[in-house]
């Protein structure tokens, strides 16, 4: 299937469909579902060459990096530890949350301005403020949240590392 995929020989939606009933339990349909809608905005923005604000862009773009499915993913990995609480906490969208969609998001421009080679120096700069200003927001909450258990925290914080 990964195969078909990759080639283009599967059916519009079908991947999509097979992750659906698959991969994702129950509780990770909605999360992922926000994830494709944030994505599918985007992309419409780019066939009508809508710009828009950057509030507007962070509001769709937080959601479309898919740092909270990516949370989802981490805590059914480690199976009895992240407890319900640990869902509700991540889908109340808590600070340390935010803080991390919005440092995958804005890495991940940085990442391809780089890769492009885009003149946007003070905007990279300026971008990276926001990064770091994240990260301090994630060191904060790590300190003060006791919401959930020290597992879940960390298993928070080691993805924060990987977002680089």
Known sequence: ILFRAKHGL???GYLFQIILKTCLPTFAHAQFKIGAKA???LAKWGLVAHVPSFREYMEVGEEEIVACLTLEGIFMSMGKTATKEAYEWRK???KLVK????KGRVRNDITGYEQYGFPLKEAI????KIVADADKTLNEEFLKTVAVG??????AMHYKKSIK
């Not at 020290?150 to 298993?155: D, H, N, P, W």
């Open 10 to 12: 599967l059916p519009s």
């Open 39 to 41: 994505n599918f905005d």
């Open 92 to 94: 109340s969208r808590p």
């Open 99 to 102: 803080a991390l969609c919005i």
């Open 125 to 128: 700069r300026e971008l990276n």
């Open 150 to 155: 020290r597992g879940v925290l960390k298993a």
